[in-house]
T-cell receptor, first 111, second 120 residues
């Protein structure tokens, strides 16, 4: 199974907040990332958080990290139709530079 | 700044045929990754290069997949012979970091648009 797990699907109304959750297993993870993937496109880095932080805010995006529970979340405020995409969380482990991705959460924003 | 370039964008082949994908990373990026993304799943690392050396190829099916980065810049990924289950998007990514810079932001990976492979 996946070392990084996400729920498959989230549907919200335009203007509402979206919260996408992720759990990971490796306590040695150094950085945790959120990537966005639109249809037919590559992965775009949205934001990241270092493992010694518990929160990071970047405009409409808020990342929360609970290291004890190995839980990461991405909150998108005032969600827009252009935010519809698949969101992947990823962890970078201390050993090596490889990224391990979750299965992705498809966010659908209804007008 | 030019991003990670990949070609072709799409490829359809029959099973047991061979196929090759090409990646040109961002200029100056020492680390190059190939990921396989099967429909509905997250990307899975196949191989990681640091300059022209292999750092991690533990998840590369070596009986049929091979990759090289001879001059430490461009890279090719080959599948020979292809199987139906190889149908996926093959993503190339690059990052600036050196192997021991694992705690620095310059490990951010930039992804290309991918090559969508369909094996029929």
């Amino acid at each position: 199974g996946e070392d990084v797990e996400q729920s498959l699907f989230l549907s919200v109304r335009e203007g509402d907040s979206s919260v996408i959750n992720c759990t990971y297993t490796d306590s040695s993870s150094t950085y945790l990332y959120w990537y966005k993937q639109e249809p037919g496109a590559g992965l775009q880095l949205l934001t990241y958080i270092f493992s010694n932080m518990d929160m990071k805010q970047d405009q409409r995006l808020t990342v929360l990290l609970n290291k004890k529970d190995k839980h990461l979340s991405l909150r998108i405020a005032d969600t827009q139709t252009g935010d519809s995409a698949i969101y992947f969380c990823a962890e970078r482990r201390h050993a090596g530079n490889m990224l391990t991705f979750g299965g992705g959460t498809r966010l659908m924003v209804k007008p | 700044e030019a991003g990670v370039a990949q070609s072709p964008r799409y490829k359809i082949i029959e099973k047991r045929q061979s196929v090759a994908f090409w990646c040109n990373p961002i200029s100056g990026h020492a680390t190059l990754y190939w990921y396989q993304q099967i429909l509905g799943q997250g990307p899975k690392l196949l191989i990681q290069f640091q300059n022209n050396g292999v750092v991690d190829d533990s998840q590369l099916p070596k009986d049929r997949f091979s990759a090289e980065r001879l001059k430490g810049v461009d890279s090719t990924l080959k599948i020979q012979p292809a199987k139906l289950e190889d149908s996926a998007v093959y993503l190339c990514a690059s990052s600036l970091s050196r192997l021991r810079d694992s705690n620095r932001l310059n490990t951010e990976a930039f992804f290309g648009q991918g090559t969508r492979l369909t094996v029929v």
